[in-house]
């Protein structure tokens, strides 16, 4: 069973909508709030009204393919995680749906049950962690954005200074806005608010 992750739906895509409606049965059996779609357009529809968690796709469809519905998704929702799936996998697919699309997994049919609960579950943690964090840094400018991003990497004032081309001063009125605006209390913190961890 999938804990705690309820309040994200699952989408399934499949212009099979047998196959859909039994991939999304499957997920709820597991405790996953699931819905069946046959067409990318239903998806794109519910937006921004819905939180979705995961999708999982077939690639091969009609008007518009997994892939190509993949782009626009992430365009409109860069926190829903990306499942594929094919009847007719191909190494070529395999490594676009992971390298170019951003996929967790590629999953040939019929589903492996074990591999897609996994799968799954993966991608519910890694969208409500990417939530969490654009939550925490929406209220971020660009250039407190940017200070971030190298501090948790480690960057010293100093050094962050010298790669942005400003002053050690100015780096650390961004650093006491950000620790601010996101109620952390030192690096440990920010770190963790990276990673998308509680804090």
Same mark, same amino acid.
């Given at each position: 069973?999938?804990?705690?992750?309820?309040?994200?739906?699952?989408?399934?895509?499949?212009?099979?909508?047998?196959? =859909? =409606?039994?991939?999304?049965?499957?997920?709820?059996?597991?405790?996953?709030?699931?819905?069946?779609?046959? =067409?990318?357009?239903?998806?794109?529809?519910?937006?921004?009204?819905?939180?979705?968690?995961?999708?999982?796709?077939?690639?091969?469809?009609?008007?518009?393919?997994?892939?190509?519905? =993949?782009?626009?998704?992430?365009?409109?929702?860069?926190? @829903?995680?990306?499942?594929?799936?094919?009847?007719?996998?191909?190494?070529?697919?395999?490594?676009?749906?992971?390298?170019?699309?951003?996929?967790?997994?590629?999953?040939?049919?019929?589903?492996?049950?074990?591999?897609?609960?996994?799968?799954?579950?993966?991608?519910?943690?890694?969208?409500?962690?990417?939530?969490?964090?654009?939550?925490?840094?929406?209220?971020?400018?660009?250039?407190?954005?940017? @200070?971030?991003?190298?501090?948790?990497?480690?960057?010293?004032?100093?050094?962050?200074?010298?790669?942005?081309?400003?002053?050690?001063?100015?780096?650390?009125?961004?650093?006491?806005?950000? @620790?601010?605006?996101?109620?952390?209390?030192?690096?440990?913190?920010?770190?963790?608010?990276?990673?998308?961890?509680?804090?």
């Amino acid at each position: 069973m999938i804990d705690c992750m309820s309040d994200l739906l699952v989408a399934v895509l499949d212009d099979d909508a047998d196959l =859909a =409606a039994t991939v999304a049965r499957l997920l709820t059996r597991n405790g996953v709030a699931a819905r069946a779609f046959v =067409a990318p357009q239903d998806i794109l529809a519910m937006l921004p009204d819905r939180a979705l968690g995961c999708v999982i796709s077939d690639i091969q469809m009609g008007e518009m393919d997994g892939f190509a519905f =993949a782009d626009v998704l992430r365009v409109r929702d860069p926190a @829903v995680a990306l499942v594929f799936m094919t009847a007719w996998p191909t190494t070529a697919h395999a490594v676009d749906a992971v390298r170019r699309h951003g996929g967790l997994d590629y999953l040939e049919k019929p589903i492996d049950e074990p591999r897609l609960i996994a799968a799954v579950s993966e991608g519910l943690a890694w969208s409500k962690r990417e939530r969490r964090i654009a939550a925490a840094t929406a209220s971020f400018t660009r250039r407190e954005r940017e @200070v971030f991003n190298l501090l948790v990497r480690g960057h010293s004032n100093k050094e962050i200074a010298e790669h942005l081309a400003i002053s050690a001063r100015t780096v650390e009125d961004h650093r006491a806005a950000i @620790v601010a605006k996101t109620k952390t209390n030192g690096l440990a913190q920010l770190v963790a608010l990276s990673r998308g961890e509680e804090t």
